[in-house]
């Protein structure tokens, strides 16, 4: 019986101190910097609370070219937004004009439908892209055409590859009507 016991209290003792020992290390690599590890702090600088959200890029400090490229990116991206929402606006506002034809309406309804599909697959285009290839893109489908605007220095053989079957399987357009290119 006393050596049941022992072996008991062998174990626990082992599971308090190896419990204790991982509160420590989390302890030691979560601690708050102090003014003297940080060398002389400024006074107006601004601690963050332990827990905050924080924006952290894998390779430090992007380049100029990497902005850049980074607005043009956005700066697409929003123009595409930006069209989108003009004809969404004009098709409403033909939906809900009690004046206008029943054609012109129900010709209307078809296109915001199509408006919206099209807004949709560009957007799972864009995401299917960026998870299959790891860079960002900008898709946009018009009628019998797709456009992608990819970062710079992003594309090779095997991206426009994996970039053509993506579009190809999703929205059934041929190798002939794709267009990939870099911004600038």
Known sequence: ????????????????????????????????????TQGLADETKSYSVLGEAQYVSSSGEKTTAEVSADDALAKSRLERSKAHDRVFESLNSIIHDSSAA????????????????????????????????????????????VQVVCEKGALNSTAILQIKEI??????????????????
């Open 1 to 36: 019986m006393n050596v049941i016991i022992r072996k008991r209290q062998i174990i626990m003792s082992a599971l308090v101190l190896a419990l204790g020992s991982a509160v420590f290390v989390n302890w030691y690599f979560t601690k708050p910097e102090t003014a003297q």
């Open 102 to 145: 029943k054609t012109a309406v129900d010709k209307a309804a078809e296109q915001l439908a199509a408006l919206t599909n099209t807004i949709k697959l560009e957007a799972d285009v864009d995401a299917l892209i960026s998870a299959k290839c790891g860079f960002d893109c900008i898709t946009t489908i018009s009628n019998d055409s």
């Open 167 to 184: 579009i190809m399987k999703h929205t059934g357009t041929g190798a002939e009507n794709i267009i990939i290119f870099e911004a600038k």
